[in-house]
């Protein structure tokens, strides 16, 4: 049977990050065979290299899956090619060749011209549309249940160009972190490097925060930090706002983990006290303005007036009157307030953290504090190299940051 | 200062459960002294023991403290009189001295007689009212969202009675997985009392179950399983339903974790065709009308008409049109549905299942199977000892209930 | 079948300990029934509880097992006779039905009396002999491989009282750890109680350490708590001498396991250099005499004079010439420079801690730090409570008590 | 200052096996900087790939530990040149500047020839030495406490080619296995490769075996698989024997970790008992003679007739008489009955797994069988990507392997 040829191109720091290797296994793992037809190793450690590929499979369903795999990886495949783009049928419905977004920095061929792919966010569709009041046209990553009927809608692969990450060799400072065993030494200087990031006030800072944080002794940290400008929205759940409150209203939830409730701790349900003042209060704003509720990260989240949301879940008791109990919501609101992020501090919240880390372009640095190492390589594993993890107990690294960015 | 002094009675299993070294603690830990006034042991295994104990504490608020660990422990106090009840000053609004709710069997003494409170649920209070038609009260649990103006809230400790559950030695026939840690021997015998419990017919047999019963190839067994008759509800998320379809669709999702989406496996983003599939047909079960989506766990669940309900989360892609989507409503939706129900199957799920844990009472019957230890030791320690662990792959524990419950 | 009876005494924190709940377990577990036929509760904190049972039991196999395990949790059976004595067969070889010893505090009955058995650890014999010069006979634990023919041998459970250690309520003042989930906030909680325990002096403190005190940056900070005579013996193997000294030699060691190499780290084998210059110098403290070594931990142990055990193993590189290469020489050294310990303080090292968990009596106090908690799980599960485990950088906890001993 | 520039080559699977990433990783991470003079790629998937660079670094000491660590990855420096040989100027005491061998193959440039070195371990040094009766010279692998005074030692890095092992893409068919998370039904497809690997008769087969295939109920199926001429050396430590042993002689032994000895399981200290029993027969070939050991596999081993070693620890309890408590002579023993070896199978063993792993050459596959993830990542980790991890139950995994190997 005569195999499919098929010639591919890219571009970037292909040895050093990996890419080069991924790109081969992609092609031998899924069945097909390559001819390397050009390579131009880049001399030093900031040249770029080129390659050019002849890619062969006798399997044409193989072939697309290799494609699209290779696609991710930043190859163009018929790169001068204009994109193909296809009405969607009905509203949230796509068509069934639908092209689906990564979190790499992405760019589509229309008109002959490159658009950047504007809102990047992991698993949507990209949509082409005549920008109001321009000439040209403009290209936008949306969630499947917001595409419209009749949406001009990419598919397929010609006239896609992906930029994925690179490894920024020690451009970041961070290259010390790289095996994730992080002993207190390490943790100290991880602290200094980040306090530079967020201390210089340049860049927008959003906070994920877990109730580890108030168990850990963090609140009074995380308070300041908010309170001095550091942390520009904040992101959590119910839980971490109901711990949050309990702490300050009644001084418990002292490093047990409340969300599950044994047998022994089951005398004093603070947090449940802590949800009726609330409730009776109106709001935790409410609470706020009574002058009930006058320290912790929700009165600061609050005095401070920056944007948060809590998003609700099924473990959730209350919830708050704050809380979003719509996940479809919930998730609008995240996108809305992670636009233009330029660092995510995630602090021992693996759910929300991974949700987050869907909605936000590779190229935003993300900041991820685990007492779990598992936790951390789930969260570093989004392909982004753009992220930091530090294994330590949350607690500690907030006081070493407030010490830092406050206090000192 | 004059100690406080405050008489208390228990019953039951007292020592082979723990209860009695578990009310030593409270009291120690909290800072009160002890004396006991009167024990009896039981003299075998099935006789309960009976203890009256008074408690000394200086400190009012410590004592407090006290008494209601021990009221949760199953303590009397005051438990002769009439239980206090006070009226709900709003909407979602309960007194603040208001009497929170166990997992475990409680009554409150009302008009002279005790009164079983129903509808039991951790962390939620009583509100006694008058059953319409009867000329007797009622007692009932209720979320605090729940709770109307006026509603005749359960406040302090007196006349209530906590039984909680015993470690019923042998009698479930697990005693040799007391040590949680499972060979593949010890899976077999698990599997073995596990198909006796739930082959019988008797019992009503509610699922909670994780994506990953998908990636182990657990979907046909459990499928089987559902087919058969042997589950009577099926509670999941938006994953575990999208993972499912696409398997079914498209044969993959082998293994790998798609809820985060590795780089390398960025190329085959099947969960996405499988949602615009769905949302093309309108529903899952409309696929299942169409004749499109022919097996499978979802296929099961809809062909057999059991309830169920798919709870949304922040993470969620899509979701499907199935999917509740609003918190409030899912926990409502959640807690229809396992009334009556005798056992709770937990299929690599943790959060589906510590939500669930929190909506039954003590002695609904829990078998978690999960391949991390971590998971089951916190699914366990909800203070219910009808509670089963097993470390194993949950594709193999299927495959072997299945094998046992199905095809022999 | 008449079943076999059997009357057994027992007297301690029965309840508060788990002790009764533990004997009723192994009764009913292993086939037999009780009735409890006196018992009398210790009525407060304080007091002792005691208790008469008899138990009943078909086979006589299981009652042998039943009975040698209550033996173990402190139940005298038949405790009025005397000890049942035979001669070992062979040198190395006991007879067949020998008592083997617990950690636990023991006595024997010989010739009306009660004997102490001295020189206490798990899994040996007991042998009585006639101590020369004395009118009295003496009961002493023997390893099986030191008996010598015709020595007494303990056989048996007839006149043997065995007293368990007790969960010494609140008395270390290590209440709080209880959970084994160590924030930074409760290791200076922790810190403070060990620097008070032997910060007095009166206490023996043996250290046993492993590698990544060095790896942690721990070295100068236990170095200097030798110095300041805190540390009394020092146990350890060939790894954490030759990681110690390559980190003073050539201040390598930072962090990576290297016991293990993986590829990237080959190049700087330091700790190969650090091994050949001491096989140079002819041992360690030759290198220190020649002013070439003049820091670090094995410079302070060897400097300040105190006795200390390096253990080969199967893995080690050298080794170096201090260390003990042969087994059994090894476990004879331990067990001498243990002799009258009241402290160990177990530096993550999980195979010297259990080693030397064996050696020691239940009633050593046992301090264990490791940032995995599976080890301390392990460590604190050998039927002592004087154990305290502390999850937390190793590096972190011996800075924080250097600051509070040394440095204060 | 000048920077010293040193030219390298090298050549190989330089993309695929990540090998180019590596050289330039080490090169910048030590402060240094390359300039790629000459890069050939690899056409396909079979060719290797050939580079030149410059290297360049200000500082001696980096530059040296730069060009070290280049060695381990197979880079050729001053390839031309003869080797540096120095004698040892003691006993056991090599020169400063000693090259320190790696697992990879290695060869030296003597008299203008490239010798292979022979028995080749890591940490070792290379001794060159005129082969008795032959013209030409030959070159070895010593441990640094064989080496004689006057022995000629390699010296420095000039005339040393080594070359790593490559990743050998799908050549092994276990391509499958890369994410280390191992379901069922993954199991099953890694135990039919191991199968046909080992059961063609044409691999020489060495196993490393821990206490808990006899825990997880392993012991038949192992015993089988050595009967049967599939297992051609045995390596275990003291444990696994007694437990074995222990198993067989009283049916004990059912997946408790006996080696720690919990509270509860004090009563039947079988291990003890077994080991009196040998002591008694004067050994386990003693003990196999008298025909009271007719099973399990200490009797499948001794009675094959395969050579073994049962290396001693620190944790013993006995020891037996067969098992070797001098640890330079353990791991000579080792070394020996590793020699030829194509294929260990490392049987939840981690130290010994460890101490083998050091033994044997990078290109002796190794299949690691463990149910903790963390176990198998620590013994992959070795520089040699001959090596499958099985998460798995280990007697589950023996199971299957009898099945196809031994019942089929």
Redesign the interface.
């Known amino acids: 049977m005569a195999a499919i040829v098929k010639n591919i191109r890219t571009e970037g720091h292909l040895?050093?990050?990996?890419l080069?290797?991924?790109i081969?296994?992609?092609i031998?793992?899924d069945g097909g065979?390559?001819?390397?037809t050009d390579?131009q190793?880049?001399?030093?450690?900031d040249e770029f290299s080129k390659?050019s590929l002849s890619v062969m499979c006798d399997d044409p369903v193989s072939m697309n899956?290799?494609l699209?795999?290779?696609?991710?990886?930043g190859c163009s495949i018929d790169a001068d090619n204009e994109v193909v783009l296809k009405p969607a049928?009905?509203d949230?419905?796509?068509p069934?060749d639908?092209y689906?977004t990564?979190n790499h920095r992405t760019s589509v061929r229309v008109g002959g011209h490159w658009l950047e792919v504007k809102r990047l966010r992991?698993?949507g569709v990209v949509v082409v549309g005549s920008s109001p009041g321009k000439s040209m046209a403009s290209a936008e990553t949306m969630k499947?249940?917001d595409v419209k009927k009749d949406d001009a809608v990419v598919c397929g692969l010609s006239g896609i160009r992906v930029q994925?990450d690179f490894v920024e060799?020690?451009r970041t400072g961070f290259?010390f972190m790289a095996?994730e065993?992080s002993?207190?030494?390490?943790v100290r200087l991880v602290v200094e490097r980040v306090a530079e990031l967020i201390g210089s006030g340049r860049k927008r800072v959003v906070c994920v925060c877990g109730p580890v944080v108030v168990?850990?002794?963090g609140s009074a940290d995380l308070a300041a930090l908010i309170g001095a400008g550091h942390i520009h929205a904040f992101l959590g759940g119910n839980a971490v706002a109901v711990h949050d409150i309990e702490h300050e209203l009644y001084g418990t939830s002292l490093?047990?983990?409340l969300?599950?409730?044994?047998?022994?701790e089951?005398?004093?349900?603070n947090h449940?006290?802590a949800?009726?003042?609330i409730?009776?209060a109106g709001s935790v704003a409410g609470l706020v303005d009574e002058g009930k509720l006058d320290s912790g990260i929700m009165h600061s989240v609050i005095t401070s007036g920056i944007p948060y949301c809590l998003?609700?879940?099924?473990?959730?008791?209350?919830?708050l009157p704050e809380t979003v109990?719509?996940?479809?919501e919930?998730?609008d609101q995240?996108a809305r307030i992670l636009q233009g992020t330029d660092i995510v501090l995630m602090l021992s919240s693996m759910?929300?953290s991974?949700?987050v880390?869907?909605m936000i372009p590779a190229e935003v640095m993300t900041i991820c504090v685990d007492i779990n190492p598992a936790v951390i390589t789930?969260l570093r594993?989004?392909?982004s190299h753009q992220s930091i993890g530090v294994v330590?107990?949350v607690?500690?690294f907030l006081?070493l940051l407030a010490d830092r960015l406050v206090r000192d």
Chains 1, 2, 3, 4 share one sequence.
């Open positions: 040895i050093d990050s990996g080069m290797s991924q081969f296994d992609v031998i793992s065979t390559f001819e390397v390579f190793i880049g001399r030093n450690n390659a899956t290799i699209l795999k290779l696609s991710s990886l049928p009905a949230g419905v796509v069934p639908f689906s990564t992991m698993d499947f249940r994925p060799r020690d290259s095996d065993v002993s207190e030494r390490k168990h850990t002794g490093g047990v983990d969300s599950i409730g044994s047998l022994v089951m005398g004093h349900r449940l006290r949800i009726n003042e409730w009776r998003a609700g879940s099924l473990r959730d008791d209350g919830p109990t719509d996940m479809n919930a998730q995240h759910l929300h991974i949700a880390g869907n789930k594993n989004r392909g330590t107990d607690g500690l006081h």
